[in-house]
């Protein structure tokens, strides 16, 4: 709580600067709303990545994605998430312009020829963390977080990027919609459809991530949405009342095979190369009951 | 704040905890729309003066030309169709009552749809914000407001198609709110995040439970009197929060206590007290000689002189003027459409001339 009243106000932002500024050198993406191209600033010669949203393209006008990304984006500065740097408009185009980070975590993990050493991992969880801890200090809730989404800086500084799916942690009697992250990072709680959830299913995709950094492949890998369900919980058990009192009634629990949960042999087989330090933050952060994951 | 170092991971040993008002400082609500009178009251005489001048050259351009056009009427009528005889721009008095006026539409419209208050308050928010920097002589209210509401439903949440938003709405057309969505973004300077007193006035609801509702505290407050008092202080919001200068001028958990405070001081001041010098009975032996509790008694003090600023600015708010937004919507008509003002003129002076 404040409780001294605002100051004036010091610092103009740095938005509307016309394309001058930047150069688009290089076309390198082009997603469902937006193009994505290499480029730099003119003065500084810094590198940049400039995100072109087409917003004359929507019938519904400006993309919903579009609208997140600057939204949350504009709010959250921090070494472990993407900077925004600018945001300018040409004709009918938003332009956002983004730090350059050539590099992602599915990159690395796909490149066999890559060792990861041990602390290697260590930095990139904990910097991982440290961004979604500042997203969720901001009650906001990234909703996509997987390697592909998780990218490194020139000087080895991983961020989070990628807010198109993010929202504001609101009021508590909000309804929140369970189709969110991508399918192998999905949390139990989202699988099994609840419309009321919080930071831990961010928490969950952090740690099924750091399962797929010791594996090197991904640790829970669905076909589908029902296969999603069967494959999460053959690894790590199904959850009863016991485990996660009411989780019956939510709404997609039903017919579900019962799988004993893993025994700590079992898990220190399928991850032989992790200490019992990172079983015991492997095992803390994919708890089935959210309420007892660790934040 | 981590926020600014980008250069190494800092040293996570004997940091400073970050607190939520360093996280508020950081937000663009703070650094982009907080402000003082004065600066609020400088920053809209400015935009009113932009846009007279904006109206002027754009009336002068049409006079030019109807004057070309028409070069008898001009020297018959001379006195009658002087350029100052024309012109009727909106004062900056005028445009705030014009404003004022606008602004309850909103909750109309957005009762009509059924919109929750958080989108409600924050499209009165992109409203109220467009307009510091933007002249209703530039942009006619209307389909602003429109455009504020379509983009504040999508930036809460709560999306609505194009066609059902402007299918119950008369005169409007998809293109008209398409058009003006990507500048409203941009006057918005591109931040849509809104931190309304809501939230905080239910935080301050549950914490005052937790503080107060001790019967050895004060046998005269239970949990219906909370509650009432947070029913009335919620109505009292959607009173003055939205149409007030109060968001640009304190933060949201001011203006929520200031809501509760104008319903029950005696709670809300006992509330605060409790918050603020809870050591002071506690600490009998004292180590410092600046103790926690003068500072807490320092922190109070501010705090209810904050308060009190508050409620005085929420409710300055001026009635909206329905016959005075009458006639500055026809100024403001002419204003953006100087060539019908000018032929109007012309119309009834020949009219004039030919029956007489």
Same mark, same amino acid.
């Given at each position: 709580?404040?409780?001294?009243?605002?100051?004036?106000?010091?610092? /103009? *932002?740095?938005?509307?600067?016309?394309?001058?500024?930047?150069?688009?050198?290089?076309?390198?993406?082009?997603?469902?709303?937006?193009?994505?191209?290499?480029?730099?600033?003119?003065?500084?010669?810094?590198?940049?990545?400039?995100?072109?949203?087409?917003?004359?393209?929507?019938?519904?006008?400006?993309?919903?994605?579009?609208?997140?990304?600057?939204?949350? /984006?504009?709010? $959250?500065?921090?070494?472990?998430?993407?900077?925004?740097?600018?945001?300018?408009?040409?004709?009918?185009?938003?332009?956002?312009?983004?730090?350059?980070?050539?590099?992602? $975590?599915?990159?690395?993990?796909?490149?066999?020829?890559?060792?990861?050493?041990?602390?290697?991992?260590?930095?990139?969880?904990?910097?991982?963390?440290?961004?979604?801890?500042?997203?969720?200090?901001?009650?906001?809730?990234?909703?996509?977080?997987?390697?592909?989404?998780?990218?490194?800086?020139?000087?080895?500084?991983?961020?989070?990027?990628?807010?198109?799916?993010?929202?504001?942690?609101?009021?508590?009697?909000?309804?929140?919609?369970?189709?969110?992250?991508?399918?192998?990072?999905?949390?139990?709680?989202?699988?099994?459809?609840?419309?009321?959830?919080?930071?831990? !299913?961010?928490?969950?995709?952090?740690?099924?991530?750091?399962?797929?950094?010791?594996? @090197?492949?991904?640790?829970?890998?669905?076909?589908?949405?029902?296969?999603?369900?069967?494959?999460?919980? @053959?690894?790590?058990?199904?959850?009863?009342?016991?485990?996660? *009192?009411?989780?019956?009634?939510?709404?997609?629990?039903?017919?579900?095979?019962?799988?004993? *949960?893993?025994?700590?042999?079992? $898990?220190?087989?399928?991850?032989?190369?992790?200490?019992?330090?990172?079983?015991?933050?492997?095992?803390?952060?994919?708890?089935?009951?959210?309420?007892?994951?660790?934040? | 704040?981590?926020?600014?170092?980008?250069?190494?991971?800092?040293?996570?040993?004997?940091?400073?905890?970050?607190?939520?008002?360093?996280?508020?400082?950081?937000?663009?609500?703070?650094?982009?729309?907080?402000?003082?009178?004065?600066?609020?009251?400088?920053?809209?005489?400015?935009?009113?003066?932009?846009?007279?001048?904006?109206?002027?050259?754009?009336?002068?351009?049409?006079?030019?030309?109807?004057?070309?056009?028409?070069?008898?009427?001009?020297?018959?009528?001379?006195?009658?169709?002087?350029?100052?005889?024309?012109?009727?721009?909106?004062?900056?008095?005028?445009?705030?009552?014009?404003?004022?006026?606008?602004?309850?539409?909103?909750?109309?419209?957005?009762?009509?749809?059924?919109? *929750?208050?958080?989108?409600?308050?924050?499209?009165?928010?992109?409203?109220?914000?467009?307009?510091?920097?933007?002249?209703?002589?530039?942009?006619?209210?209307?389909?602003? $407001?429109?455009?504020? !509401?379509?983009?504040?439903?999508?930036?809460?949440?709560?999306?609505?198609?194009?066609?059902?938003?402007?299918?119950?709405?008369?005169?409007?057309?998809?293109?008209?709110?398409?058009?003006?969505?990507?500048?409203? /973004?941009?006057?918005?300077?591109?931040?849509?995040?809104?931190?309304?007193?809501? @939230?905080?006035?239910?935080?301050?609801?549950?914490?005052?439970?937790?503080?107060?509702?001790?019967?050895?505290?004060?046998?005269?407050?239970?949990?219906?009197?909370?509650?009432?008092?947070?029913?009335?202080?919620?109505?009292? /919001?959607?009173?003055?929060?939205?149409?007030?200068?109060?968001?640009?001028?304190?933060?949201?958990?001011?203006?929520?206590?200031?809501?509760?405070?104008?319903?029950?001081?005696?709670?809300?001041?006992?509330?605060?007290?409790?918050?603020?010098?809870?050591?002071?009975?506690?600490?009998?032996?004292?180590?410092?000689?600046?103790?926690?509790?003068?500072?807490?008694?320092?922190?109070?003090?501010?705090?209810?002189?904050?308060?009190? =600023?508050?409620?005085?600015?929420?409710?300055?708010?001026?009635?909206?003027?329905?016959?005075?937004?009458?006639?500055?919507?026809?100024?403001?008509?002419?204003?953006?459409?100087? =060539?019908?003002? !000018?032929?109007?003129?012309?119309?009834?002076?020949?009219?004039?001339?030919?029956?007489?």
């Amino acid at each position: 709580m404040s409780v001294a009243g605002p100051q004036p106000t010091v610092q /103009l *932002p740095s938005v509307s600067t016309p394309l001058q500024n930047y150069s688009k050198d290089k076309k390198v993406g082009e997603g469902t709303y937006a193009v994505v191209y290499l480029g730099k600033q003119i003065t500084t010669k810094r590198n940049i990545a400039i995100k072109e949203i087409k917003t004359g393209l929507f019938k519904d006008g400006l993309d919903m994605s579009a609208i997140r990304e600057v939204k949350y /984006l504009q709010e $959250l500065k921090h070494p472990n998430v993407i900077e925004l740097v600018d945001v300018f408009s040409t004709t009918n185009n938003l332009n956002l312009v983004l730090e350059f980070l050539p590099c992602d $975590l599915e990159m690395l993990i796909k490149d066999k020829s890559i060792v990861f050493k041990s602390s290697d991992i260590k930095s990139w969880l904990l910097m991982t963390l440290r961004g979604v801890h500042h997203c969720h200090r901001n009650f906001i809730l990234h909703r996509d977080l997987k390697p592909n989404n998780l990218l490194i800086a020139p000087d080895g500084h991983l961020k989070l990027a990628d807010f198109g799916l993010a929202r504001s942690l609101g009021n508590p009697n909000e309804n929140l919609s369970s189709n969110v992250v991508t399918r192998w990072y999905r949390a139990p709680e989202l699988l099994f459809g609840s419309r009321h959830y919080t930071g831990a !299913i961010d928490i969950w995709s952090v740690g099924i991530i750091f399962a797929e950094l010791m594996l @090197r492949i991904p640790y829970l890998p669905g076909k589908d949405d029902v296969d999603q369900i069967d494959v999460t919980f @053959r690894a790590l058990g199904t959850p009863t009342e016991q485990i996660w *009192p009411n989780v019956s009634s939510l709404p997609m629990y039903n017919a579900l095979h019962v799988y004993p *949960p893993p025994s700590r042999q079992e $898990l220190r087989q399928r991850f032989s190369a992790a200490t019992e330090k990172a079983l015991d933050l492997l095992i803390l952060m994919t708890q089935l009951d959210p309420k007892s994951k660790t934040n | 704040m981590a926020g600014t170092n980008n250069d190494k991971i800092e040293p996570t040993l004997k940091k400073k905890m970050i607190s939520n008002d360093d996280l508020y400082r950081h937000s663009s609500q703070y650094n982009f729309w907080s402000f003082t009178e004065e600066q609020l009251v400088n920053l809209r005489k400015q935009t009113n003066l932009k846009g007279q001048k904006i109206a002027k050259d754009k009336f002068q351009q049409e006079y030019t030309n109807s004057k070309l056009s028409n070069p008898e009427i001009f020297d018959k009528f001379q006195q009658e169709l002087k350029e100052e005889n024309l012109l009727n721009l909106i004062s900056y008095e005028e445009e705030l009552t014009f404003l004022d006026f606008y602004i309850q539409n909103i909750t109309t419209s957005c009762n009509f749809f059924k919109m *929750p208050t958080q989108v409600r308050l924050t499209a009165s928010s992109f409203f109220k914000k467009f307009y510091l920097n933007n002249s209703v002589m530039e942009y006619h209210p209307k389909n602003i $407001l429109y455009t504020c !509401i379509f983009l504040a439903a999508k930036s809460e949440n709560y999306f609505i198609s194009i066609e059902s938003f402007v299918k119950p709405l008369s005169k409007i057309d998809s293109e008209h709110i398409l058009d003006l969505e990507y500048i409203v /973004l941009q006057s918005l300077k591109f931040t849509l995040m809104v931190h309304h007193p809501i @939230r905080p006035l239910y935080g301050i609801f549950l914490d005052s439970q937790a503080e107060l509702l001790h019967p050895q505290i004060n046998q005269d407050i239970n949990i219906d009197k909370l509650g009432d008092l947070y029913n009335h202080a919620r109505e009292w /919001l959607n009173k003055y929060y939205m149409i007030s200068d109060v968001a640009f001028l304190f933060t949201p958990p001011q203006i929520a206590l200031a809501s509760m405070y104008d319903i029950d001081q005696k709670i809300t001041e006992n509330y605060l007290k409790r918050k603020f010098l809870k050591n002071e009975k506690l600490t009998t032996i004292k180590e410092e000689p600046e103790s926690t509790e003068d500072v807490g008694r320092t922190q109070l003090t501010t705090l209810i002189e904050t308060i009190q =600023k508050c409620i005085s600015v929420a409710k300055q708010s001026h009635v909206a003027d329905r016959e005075a937004s009458k006639e500055i919507d026809r100024k403001c008509f002419y204003a953006l459409n100087p =060539k019908n003002l !000018i032929d109007k003129r012309i119309k009834k002076l020949t009219n004039n001339k030919e029956s007489t």
